[in-house]
């Protein structure tokens, strides 16, 4: 069985280094197997692993997009409201 870094992992999936290290920083992601090499601590990831992160990241929501939505439904329920008054 293989195993990747958390910069393969991240190139497999289709994200950015940062953003991984930060949802495994942050708690969305859990951690796998850590091995030390040298002085360096690096994270070992699995195939498993990786489909699982797969399968999670749709519902991971990005903040930024996540209030526009909502924003832009309010303002459109607002505005079906006033049509209604009318």
């Known amino acids: 069985m293989s195993r990747l870094s958390t ?7 289709g994200i950015n280094y940062d953003t991984l290290a930060h949802y495994i920083a942050v708690g969305k992601v859990a951690a796998p197997e850590i091995a030390k090499v040298g002085r360096r601590v690096i994270h070992m990831w699995t195939e498993a692993e990786i489909e699982h992160v797969r399968q999670l990241l749709p519902k991971i929501a990005n903040g930024r997009k996540t209030r ?3 924003k ?3 303002v459109s329920t607002q505005q079906s409201a006033k049509k209604k008054k009318k």
């Open 68 to 70: 526009y939505k909502r």
């Open 72 to 74: 832009q439904s309010a």
């Open 7 to 13: 910069r393969e992992a991240a190139k497999r999936l």
